[in-house]
């Protein structure tokens, strides 16, 4: 079910909706080829207000979390505390890039899934919010195969796209986007190392703490951001009786469903 539907969806007196488990992020990739300046990516992470986007725009409908971890699987850590939004802390940033030589009339296009129709008005909206704090954000809304070419091509500045990463064992995923060939463009060698050991270790609190690891890494590198984490809804006929949707699951007792008569 889109996001945009959401309401009209919940509105219907035939059905009945069910919230499903946060474990889609809505990822903005940065090609740190381009935004080579550390300061500057950090203060797009700054100056991102993820809450309000979530509260406001999503009426709540998901979560905030660092990097590519939802609470839905088992390797998240509860301990990590989210980047607050913090413009203050974003100019100061940038103030201090600029010192340096970055040039803040620098264009940065920031390419979004025109198909994705609530990520398009929500990327407008973070494009306004850092234009406040002196960045120079062009939105380009492209349909996904253009997205996914600019993202193989690295011809973007900033990338967002839904991103589902198994909760199982992310480290595929995780692995390649955070590498020089990856759509990051991003190389950190204790980011390796500490992906590695994800792959080595058998207890769970020692994978824990080595995606810990990782996901510090991004907070202060920022080669990613995760604006949010999708909680999308199911929805149930209510004549279908001991069928509940949600991201996993949803069939395993399916030889118990009923069809109810009128």
């Known amino acids: 079910i889109l996001?945009?539907?959401?309401?009209?969806?919940?509105?219907?007196?035939?059905?009945?909706?069910?919230?499903?488990?946060?474990?889609?992020?809505?990822?903005?990739?940065?090609?740190?080829?381009?935004i080579t300046d550390v300061r500057v990516r950090q203060?797009?992470?700054?100056?991102?207000d993820r809450?309000?986007?979530?509260?406001d725009l999503l009426k709540g409908q998901g979560e905030v979390v660092e990097g590519f971890l939802a609470s839905a699987g088992p390797f998240y850590d509860e301990s990590v505390t989210p980047v607050e939004y913090n413009p203050e802390k974003a100019a100061q940033l940038l103030s201090e890039a600029e010192a340096d030589g970055w040039d803040k009339s620098t264009e940065l296009v920031f390419c979004v899934n025109s198909g994705d129709t609530t990520f398009a008005q929500i990327a407008s909206f973070i494009a306004a919010k850092l234009g406040e704090l002196g960045f120079n954000i062009k939105v380009n809304t492209i349909d996904i195969?253009?997205?996914l070419s600019a993202a193989g091509s690295g011809d973007f500045d900033m990338l967002a796209v839904q991103y589902t990463y198994a909760p199982v064992d992310p480290y595929t995923d995780i692995s390649w986007l955070l590498s020089e060939g990856g759509w990051t463009r991003y190389k950190n060698e204790e980011v390796a190392k500490a992906l590695d050991m994800t792959q080595k270790a058998s207890d769970t609190n020692e994978i824990i703490k080595e995606y810990r690891i990782v996901t510090d890494y991004v907070q202060h590198e920022v080669p990613m951001i995760s604006a949010y984490v999708i909680s999308a809804i199911g929805a149930v006929s209510n004549r279908l009786k001991n069928a509940v949707p949600d991201v996993y699951g949803t069939f395993i007792n399916v030889h118990e469903w009923e069809i109810a008569n009128n």
């Open 3 to 34: 996001q945009e539907d959401y309401e009209s969806v919940r509105a219907l007196d035939n059905i009945t909706v069910y919230d499903g488990t946060p474990i889609t992020h809505q990822s903005i990739f940065i090609n740190t080829e381009r």
């Open 43 to 48: 203060a797009i992470l700054y100056g991102i």
């Open 51 to 55: 809450k309000t986007i979530l509260n």
């Open 145 to 147: 195969a253009s997205l």
